[in-house]
Every structure is written in structure tokens, then in C-alpha cells.
């Protein structure tokens, strides 16, 4: 059963350009939600994390939009680089870490 | 501190072969969790300790995968006999709270590539 359901699997956007990716959970017991970043060769690593009693949660140019009521979470890139091109895994949290299946995303230059 | 080191890099064993994949965390880092990686699941928990003891072993997939923890500074996730549906990569982590406390914060190794012919 998967717990963290995580779209789109892989994403392309232009330089500049604005990366969403979306996440939807139905466990209520979570309790936060954090987005890690996985290089190419590298394990993940913390980008950011929300608490589910706040809307949004930005750090430079990453954006966390959480929707409680409709159980639904988001990472934006705002500016989006070359560099941000990784694979990003949203997860949520009761007693153990449970992540999505992550999508790749690839920055044109 | 180095960060969380795991070894081998790669591994190309034959199906059947035993396997063992070694890990040592973050020295003072109370929790260590080994995730296995596939493209077709993402990120799987396998299992997770602390202070050496094994808490939840509910995602280790079947009886041929063993994992101990002996000291605070090793681990190892053993496959015994291997099979091809194993070919991933594994990942161990560590933390200094349950579940990476209050920032939710796992510190990923660099991961084991397994594959298994």
C-alpha cells in the first residue's frame, strides 16, 4: 500500500521556469513532511520540511504549499537551474519515514 | 565526521550468492535505517534500529534478508541466497532522534549497487 502518492514521475522544465511536484497522503498520524533531493550517484539528502499546522514553508528559491484539508502537499522551484536537475522525493511521517516513489527533474539550459 | 559510509559501492554477484552490504553511521547517531531503491517502488524502509536494537523489521521483504547491528558504529544487511528481483540499490541512514527527530532529518549513505545475474 502505497501511503505518499507522488506525480508526476518525471518532469522537464526550461531555465527560469517554475517545477511543481505534488504529493497526496490519507494518513492523518502524519505529523511532518519533508522533501529530499537525491544526485545522481548520491543518497538523498534534506532540502526542506513542513509541519501540517502551516500552509507554506519557503528557503530561497524552494516553496512547500501544504493543504491540510485536502490532504495534498507540493515542492516549488521557483527560477528552477540547471543545477536543481535531481530527483526529489516527497515523504510524510508517523512512526517511521515513508517516502514517494520521486520524480526526475531535468533543468534545460 | 565522514557521514554515514556504506560499503561496497557495487556489487555483481550470481543468483544464489550470499550477500552482504556493511554500513557504519554517524558516530553519536542513535538510529539506523537501511532503505532499499528500485525504480519501479522508490524508497523502501527495510528496517531500522536503535541503540543497536532492531525496532520495526516489517518492510524486510522475506526470510533471505538479515540485518544485525552489533556495535553503535556497524551494521550489515545480509542476502542469503540472492536472486536477480534483488538487483537495487541500498541505502543505510542514520539520525540522532527517532525518525530523524525534529526535523525529520535522515543522513543517507552513498548507497550499495546491487545486481544480481
Known amino acids: 500500500q502505497q501511503q505518499v502518492k507522488q506525480s508526476p514521475q518525471s518532469l522537464i522544465v526550461q531555465k527560469g521556469g517554475i517545477s511543481i511536484i505534488n504529493c497526496a497522503y490519507e494518513?492523518?498520524?502524519?505529523?511532518?513532511f519533508p522533501w529530499y533531493q537525491q544526485f545522481p550517484g548520491k543518497g538523498p539528502a534534506l532540502l526542506i520540511a513542513i509541519r501540517p499546522d502551516v500552509s507554506e514553508k519557503k528557503e530561497g528559491r524552494f516553496t512547500i504549499s501544504f493543504n491540510k484539508s485536502a490532504k495534498q502537499f507540493s515542492l516549488h522551484i521557483m527560477d528552477s537551474q540547471p543545477g536543481d536537475s535531481a530527483t526529489y522525493f516527497c515523504a510524510a511521517r508517523d512512526d517511521k519515514i515513508i517516502f514517494g516513489k520521486g520524480t526526475r527533474l531535468h533543468i534545460l539550459p | 565526521d565522514a557521514g554515514v559510509i556504506q560499503s561496497p559501492r557495487h556489487e555483481v554477484t550470481e543468483m544464489g550468492q550470499e550477500v552482504t552490504l556493511r554500513c557504519k553511521p554517524i558516530?553519536?547517531?542513535?538510529?539506523l535505517f537501511w532503505y532499499r531503491q528500485t525504480m519501479m517502488r522508490g524508497l523502501e524502509l527495510l528496517i531500522y534500529?536503535?541503540?543497536?536494537?532492531?525496532?520495526?523489521d516489517s518492510g524486510m521483504p522475506e526470510d533471505r534478508f538479515s540485518a544485525k547491528m552489533p556495535n553503535a558504529s556497524f551494521s550489515t544487511l545480509k542476502i542469503q541466497p540472492s536472486e536477480p528481483r534483488d538487483s537495487a540499490v541500498y541505502f543505510c541512514a542514520s539520525s540522532l532522534e527517532g525518525q530523524g527527530g525534529p526535523t525529520g532529518e535522515l543522513f543517507f549513505g552513498e548507497g550499495s549497487r546491487l545486481t544480481v545475474l
Open positions: 558516530s553519536g547517531h542513535d538510529y
Open positions: 534500529f536503535n541503540n543497536n536494537v532492531p525496532i520495526d
Open positions: 494518513n492523518t498520524a502524519f505529523d511532518y
